[in-house]
């Protein structure tokens, strides 16, 4: 079964950056959409960063300018790059692949934004 395993996150100051990439560990047909979610605790998940698969691109308003979302569809590779980070920025990060035929999510990598 494909997973998607993600990594990049950490401990960072405020004002500093982080990449966070995402890969598939296998093959992924017929992609929609990739996508970079979070979820801070005792707050719902919410939406950071879309691209389609046509190379189109979406951001939250709380983090345009400063976070820039990239993918690869035949390399089923999804990337978030975040600069000037605030602590308001800590979440667990999930990445998100959405194909025809079904959804596929990693396990989520912790990103901490403190002095």
């Known amino acids: 079964q494909v997973q998607l395993v993600e990594s990049g996150g950490g401990l960072v100051q405020p004002g500093g950056s982080l990449r966070l990439s995402c890969a598939a560990s296998g093959n992924i047909r017929s992609i929609k959409a990739m996508y970079w979610y979070r979820q801070a605790p005792g707050k719902p998940r919410e939406l950071v960063a879309a691209?389609?698969?046509?190379?189109?691109?979406n951001y939250a308003d709380s983090v345009k300018g400063r976070f820039t979302i990239s993918g690869d569809n035949a390399k089923n590779t999804v990337a978030l790059q975040m600069n000037s980070l605030k602590p308001e920025d800590t979440a667990v990060y999930y990445c998100n692949i959405d194909a025809w035929y079904r959804d596929y999510w990693g396990q989520g990598t912790q990103v901490t934004v403190s002095s």
């Open positions: 691209i389609t698969s046509g190379g189109s691109t």
